[in-house]
């Protein structure tokens, strides 16, 4: 398999529950990122990790926790979502962080908080 | 933050009509990328812009690096149902680790 793949594809989740959402890059890229995409408003840039250390957190509520155990996989754990947390998580990497040569994204996950 | 304005908002053309998009920032960029979102799907790299003036083709997509480095633009000729979608900027900004993205175009074709 090749690119970024996103799992699942659709979620729908209470508010109380504990959900992942997984991204795997088989690209051999240094840089994984997370982003939201609301209706309606840009991209929304969430977390950065570069070679498995995560080098920015923009302002993300702790409801959403990130983790990078390796360079290929990028998980985001959900808990006590809200539903306006409901949107399409984008996974993308990069060769190297910053994306001048551009990203590679998965197809999303869209997610739905009930 | 930054932010890249692109205009219009949305499209809706006719099969076989040129289209045209620009984006927009009140900061330079070194860097402009264009990204086509298909539905339900992530966005896909069209072509990338590294310096001022360059003019870079993709099959029926042309974009350019406008010169004052401020501005790219987007143009797709004779247009078909497959272009539809939305097309977004995108420029490295801040401390260059990451891609700051546009606020979109959504282009609809009608046959």
């Known amino acids: 398999e090749t690119g970024v793949t996103q799992t699942p594809r659709h979620l729908v989740m209470g508010m109380t529950n504990k959900k992942s959402l997984k991204c795997e890059q088989h690209?051999?890229?240094?840089?994984m990122y997370w982003y939201k995409q609301s209706a309606k408003k840009p991209l929304e840039l969430m977390f950065v990790?570069?070679?498995?250390?995560?080098?920015e957190n923009n302002s993300v509520p702790s409801r959403f926790s990130p983790e990078c155990p390796n360079s290929s996989h990028l998980f985001l754990h959900l808990h006590t979502l809200q539903p306006e947390d409901s949107a399409l998580y984008l996974c993308?990497?990069?060769?190297?962080?910053?994306?001048?040569?551009?990203?590679?994204f998965g197809s999303g996950t869209r997610l739905t908080v009930v | 933050g930054q932010q890249l304005n692109q205009s219009p908002q949305s499209m809706f053309i006719q099969e076989g009509e040129d289209v045209s998009m620009n984006c927009t920032s009140s900061?330079?960029?070194?860097?402009w990328l264009w990204y086509k979102q298909d539905p339900g799907e992530g966005p896909v790299l069209l072509i990338a812009l590294y310096k001022a003036g360059e003019l870079t083709s993709n099959g029926r997509l042309t974009a350019q690096f406008g010169i004052t480095r401020k501005d790219s633009f987007l143009n797709i000729s004779a247009s078909i149902p497959s272009d539809v979608g939305i097309y977004f900027c995108a420029g490295p900004t801040g401390t260059a680790s990451k891609l700051t993205f546009g606020t979109g175009t959504r282009l609809q074709v009608t046959l």
């Open positions: 993308a990497s990069s060769q190297v962080m910053g994306g001048a040569n551009g990203y590679t």
């Open positions: 900061s330079i960029f070194n860097t």
């Open positions: 990790y570069s070679l498995e250390e995560r080098v």
């Open positions: 690209l051999g890229h240094n840089a």
